[in-house]
């Protein structure tokens, strides 16, 4: 009886327009909301990718700066792990892909230094990585050489002449310096002279130049050997950090507080969320904020679905007093205006469903939309579409749906049968 009322009279053919309006309605809506989320997951996803191939997944620091013994420290942190969280953090981890047992994957020491990179023609404040060539390609994974040589010049470097440096694309247009020129780094901190502090100077040659995929860090970002490093900031054979890989980057914060735990104090351990923070708070923020505002895309047909049924309430009165008159029940009318409102909804849902799903395989496969790579960091629109994003508008579409049939319904079943058929 509900599908039948769905299909209007012929002199009522305008009803029949507004389901169709409304099913519509809620299609576009849905098929919105999935296309727009899965956008910003990708993107999300796409920066996370990129963050994390040049920062490690946890940073040990200690409170009292440079320190020894790096040998001993790195040997325990790469035995600790973790067993799966039994809450958010464990549902995450099996979601992902998780072992169940997240461990630390690889180790690295390193050196910071903060300092000024000349090339006669230009200067440009940098921060440069002292980084052991032996373990850095197991915790830093991104990057490409686009000019000489990576990492295995640190290698071959023996001690003796300028130590080589990588600096990012960007960085090496800025100063207009390319692979085997000989530039100089300055720091703050150097000798008390009679004239006041002078700053250190130390001739370094550009050994590659590498992209990183992020102009921020092609620009301000260099790396040198570790030892060239603490040689360079006299520390020996101590270190200003540990920067960790693990197997589980949903894990890392449980893998943080266990070796926080084991190393104890000084040291403190930042999880990659805790050095992002801001960033990914943001990217949250907005993939609610345009969950929020394409909902309402399906609030307005909703209403839609409101109108349509309180029409067809008015056109069917006297078939509703005539089911009344033979014994149906009130509840029965009104589970048949709710189930009729509920197959526009259903409809509407899994057109829009399929709509969505078959766009973001279009724009996934054959990436025909083309964006400003210099602005995004890629020349198309990243897609990733999670099932449980799916299932939750799937079923908040339905749900408001399902809640539009409310009013109409119940303004059905509580007709009076006699009013109707004495003016009839």
């Known amino acids: 009886m509900a599908l039948r009322y769905l299909r209007a009279r012929k002199s009522h053919r305008f009803i029949s327009l507004i389901s169709v309006i409304s099913t519509g309605g809620v299609a576009v809506g849905v098929m919105a909301l999935i296309v727009v989320i899965a956008v910003m997951a990708g993107f ?45 953090g464990g549902i995450l981890d099996r979601l992902h892909g998780g072992s169940g047992r997240p461990h630390v994957t690889a180790v690295t020491p390193i050196v910071y230094i903060q300092a000024l990179l000349s090339s006669g ?10 980084v052991d060539p032996r373990s850095v390609k197991e915790v830093i994974t991104s990057g490409r050489i686009i000019d000489g040589m990576g990492v295995e010049a640190f290698s071959r470097w023996d001690g003796k002449g300028p130590p080589p440096v990588i600096i990012g694309k960007e960085l090496a247009l800025s100063l207009r310096v390319q692979a085997g020129d000989f530039i100089k780094i300055v720091l703050p901190s150097g000798t008390i002279t009679p004239v006041g502090m002078m700053p250190k100077i130390r001739t370094v040659r550009v050994s590659g130049v590498q992209t990183l995929g992020m102009y921020e860090y092609d620009m301000s970002l260099a790396f040198m050997p570790i030892t060239a490093a603490q040689r360079l900031l006299g520390l020996g054979n ?44 943001a990217l949250k923020l907005e993939k609610f904020a345009m ?48 189930l009729n409102g509920l197959m526009i909804g259903l ?78």
Not at 121 to 128: M, Q
Not at 238 to 256: L, N, W
Not at 314 to 335: F, P, S, V
């Open 347 to 424: 409809i509407g849902t899994f057109l829009g469903v399929g709509g969505g799903l078959g766009l973001c395989w279009l724009l996934k496969h054959y990436k025909f939309i083309k964006i400003p790579k210099e602005v995004y960091y890629t020349d198309s629109i990243p897609i990733l579409l999670y099932p449980s994003d799916v299932v939750l508008i799937t079923v908040s579409a339905i749900l408001i749906c399902f809640l539009a049939t409310i009013y109409p319904a119940r303004q059905a079943s509580r007709i009076n049968p006699s009013e109707v058929l004495r003016n009839a």
């Open 44 to 88: 999300e996803n796409h920066l996370r990718t990129k963050i994390l191939g040049v920062n490690a997944h946890l940073l040990v620091r200690s409170y009292e700066g440079a320190f020894g013994h790096a040998e001993r420290l790195e040997r325990l942190i790469k035995k600790v792990s973790v067993e799966a969280e039994s809450g958010i």
């Open 238 to 281: 101590k270190v200003h950090g540990f920067e960790i890989k693990v197997s589980d980057i949903y894990a890392a914060s449980s893998i943080g507080k266990a070796i926080q735990k084991r190393l104890g104090f000084p040291f403190w351990v930042m999880d990659w969320q805790q050095m992002s923070r801001n960033l990914f708070s």
């Open 291 to 338: 969950f929020v505002v394409l909902t309402l895309i399906v609030l307005v047909a909703a209403f839609n679905i409101i109108s349509t049924l309180t029409m067809m309430v008015m056109e069917k009165k006297g078939d509703i007093a005539i089911l009344k008159a033979i014994g149906a029940a009130d509840g029965k009318i009104l589970r048949i205006f709710m």
């Open 121 to 130: 023609r230009a200067v440009s404040g940098v921060a440069i990585r002292g």
